[in-house]
């Protein structure tokens, strides 16, 4: 079956660390990926995307991989803050390019 | 700045009652999405539609209508409200094309119970 794993239990870190996300698909053959960005009680904000022939996208403090041969993207905060403190979700496009589908998301704590 | 709208934030309904949900978009996008995110299960398409007067089923349509009269305009229909159907609706609205492409933009969120 088709599935999307990021890591389900919170992961804590310490202020100025860099953080690490994980994103694993199964039965998907992504041309997309997506991370975003959710605050408690308000909607998903887009970060970055990631095209399957790109191995890694950064923008600020921010970096992406994505390895298709692993089935695996990892999102990078480096030189994490507190605000950075959030749920952050993966997206990947379905095999017929309709829609995205979405990991659960994994809770980042930075802790000052 | 880029926007999408939701009528409520919150909303308490009895079962059975009939409920609508209104999202409004004003990037002129033609993809428009309704999500439920319940804890654990992440975000789950409900439908979506492409243009006006179109429209798709995701992968949870079961008890959930849609309607998208105006191309900024996207409503979800609960016929009959259910205790199950208790969850935080997002709408969402993307430019056209592939669908992993393009980034969408989310709307608040309406939180939900049927009680």
């Known amino acids: 079956s088709q599935k999307i794993e990021q890591n389900s239990e919170a992961l804590n870190i310490q202020e100025g660390k860099t953080a690490t996300l994980t994103c694993n698909y199964t039965?998907?053959?992504?041309?997309?990926l997506q991370w975003y960005r959710q605050d408690p009680g308000r909607g998903p904000v887009f970060l970055l995307l990631?095209?399957?022939?790109?191995k890694e996208k950064r923008k600020e403090r921010l970096k992406v991989t994505f390895d298709t041969t692993l089935k695996q993207s990892l999102f990078h905060i480096t030189a994490s803050q507190p605000a950075d403190s959030a749920t952050y979700l993966c997206?990947?496009?379905?095999?017929?390019?309709?829609?995205?589908?979405f990991g659960a998301g994994t809770i980042l704590r930075v802790k000052s | 700045d880029v926007k999408v709208t939701q009528s409520s934030r919150y909303l308490v309904k009895r079962t059975g009652e009939k409920v609508f949900l209104e999202c409004v978009q004003d990037?002129?996008?033609?993809?428009m999405f309704w999500y439920r995110q319940d804890p654990g299960l992440g975000l789950r398409l409900i439908y979506f539609?492409?243009?006006?007067?179109?429209?798709e089923k995701g992968d949870i349509p079961e008890g959930y209508s849609v309607s998208r009269e105006k191309k900024e305009r996207f409503s979800l229909i609960l016929e009959s409200a259910s205790t199950n159907q208790t969850s935080m609706y997002l709408c969402?609205?993307?430019?056209?094309?592939?669908?992993?492409?393009?980034?969408?933009?989310f709307g608040p969120g309406t939180r939900l119970t049927v009680t």
């Open positions: 969402a609205s993307s430019l056209a094309g592939t669908s992993g492409n393009y980034e969408q933009y």
């Open positions: 039965n998907y053959s992504p041309a997309y």
């Open positions: 990631i095209r399957e022939n790109e």
């Open positions: 997206a990947l496009d379905d095999s017929y390019g309709n829609k995205l589908v």
């Open positions: 990037m002129d996008h033609e993809n």
């Open positions: 539609s492409y243009d006006v007067k179109m429209k």
